[in-house]
C-alpha cells in the first residue's frame, strides 16, 4: 500500500478534506455520503481512508473505526485508562461482571430472551439488562414467538463501538461443544437442601 507521504497534492488535499469531516461528524458516517460531499467516487473515499487509517495507526493517538460500513474517528483503544483518568471517566464507564457476562450471553446468542440470559447466568438479570439499554450497549430486536413473547435482546453498534469491534465476527470463537459444565454432585445438591 502507498505511504500516505507519497501521494500528489491533490490527493492529499482529498484525504484530508475527508480527514475534517470524519472529525467533525457527530457521530459514524458512510462512504457513500464522503464520496458525495467531496464528489469523489465511493472506491476512492474507501481506499482514502485506508490509506489514513494506516498513518493514524502507525504514528498517532486516533483510529478510523469502521462499524457495518460507518466510519469514525475514535481515539486509540490502548490509551482508554489514560483517557478515563484524563475526563474523569473512570467511575462511570466501567462494566460490573455481572453486565459483561450478560453482554457476552448476547452477542454470541443473539437474538436471545431475558429467560434464556437468566437460565445461562443462573440468575435474574431484570436489572443488569436495564442497565445495559439505558448505556444503549443492548436494545430490543422484537418478540420471540415462545409463550408469553418474551422480548428479543441484541447488542448494538456502541456496543462495538465500546469494544473496538468493526463487527461481531470479531469476537473470539468459542467451541460451546468444548466447554465444562461442572453440575455439583448429588450429594451436594442433598447437603444444600437440608440447609
Do not use: W
Request: glycine share 4%; proline share 5%.
Amino acid at each position: 500500500m502507498i505511504d500516505i507521504s507519497e501521494i500528489s497534492a491533490i490527493e492529499l488535499q482529498l484525504i484530508t478534506q475527508i480527514e475534517s469531516l470524519l472529525f467533525v461528524s457527530p457521530g459514524k458516517t458512510s462512504a457513500s455520503k464522503l464520496a458525495e460531499v467531496v464528489k469523489i467516487p465511493e472506491k476512492k473515499v474507501l481506499e482514502y481512508l485506508s490509506l489514513l487509517s494506516e498513518h493514524y495507526t502507525k504514528q498517532h493517538g486516533i483510529r478510523i473505526q469502521q462499524i457495518n460500513n460507518q466510519f469514525q474517528i475514535t481515539s486509540a483503544p490502548e490509551y482508554a485508562n489514560l483517557i478515563e483518568d484524563f475526563l474523569g471517566l473512570e467511575e462511570i464507564s466501567r462494566l460490573t461482571q455481572a453486565s459483561l457476562e450478560t453482554l457476552a450471553i448476547i452477542a454470541y446468542k443473539q437474538p436471545t430472551t431475558r429467560p434464556e440470559i437468566d437460565a445461562i447466568r443462573g440468575v435474574n438479570c431484570d436489572s443488569v439488562l436495564k442497565s445495559l439499554l439505558s448505556k444503549g450497549l443492548i436494545e430490543e430486536l422484537g418478540r420471540s414467538e415462545a409463550p408469553g413473547r418474551p422480548i428479543l435482546y441484541g447488542v448494538t453498534t456502541d456496543f462495538l463501538q465500546h469494544f473496538g469491534l468493526n463487527s461481531l465476527e470479531q469476537l473470539p470463537v468459542i467451541d460451546f461443544n468444548k466447554l465444562i459444565i461442572s453440575e455439583p454432585e448429588v450429594e451436594d445438591q442433598k447437603r444444600i437442601l437440608k440447609d
